[in-house]
């Protein structure tokens, strides 16, 4: 049996003899969370006989993205008579990376 990937996915490499799945090249959950690969296994026979089946990839999140604020600098201003725990100033930051890791 020979297996092959039907579709040119540059992330990945199937191993024509055994079958095995490897990757090629970085991936990043961000840009792209699954991949599908199309692969076939045919065998040597005459006539030769194919099947496929398809595979899905799914990349888990990993902490790689720092937060970033989303202005660069911030200025508050606040009564000198002001009480305490009176709010001086919201500021913001976002995470590109998902869930607990954003």
């Known amino acids: 049996i ?14 024509p003899d055994s079958g095995a799945i490897t990757l090629q090249a970085g991936l990043d959950y961000e840009d ?3 991949y599908t690969l199309a692969i076939t296994a045919k065998d040597n026979g005459i006539p030769q006989k194919a099947d496929t089946t398809y595979v ?3 990349v888990n999140d990993v ?4 937060p970033q604020f989303v202005s660069p600098h911030y200025q ?3 009564s000198e ?3 305490p725990f009176t709010s001086v100033l919201q500021i913001s930051a976002t995470d590109r990376d998902a869930h607990t890791n954003g």
């Open 56 to 58: 899905e990839i799914m």
């Open 63 to 66: 902490n790689d993205n720092a």
């Open 81 to 83: 008579d002001a009480p």
């Open 76 to 78: 508050g201003m606040i």
């Open 2 to 15: 020979t297996y092959y990937l039907e579709d040119n996915v540059p992330q990945f490499r199937i191993d």
């Open 32 to 34: 792209q969370v699954t």
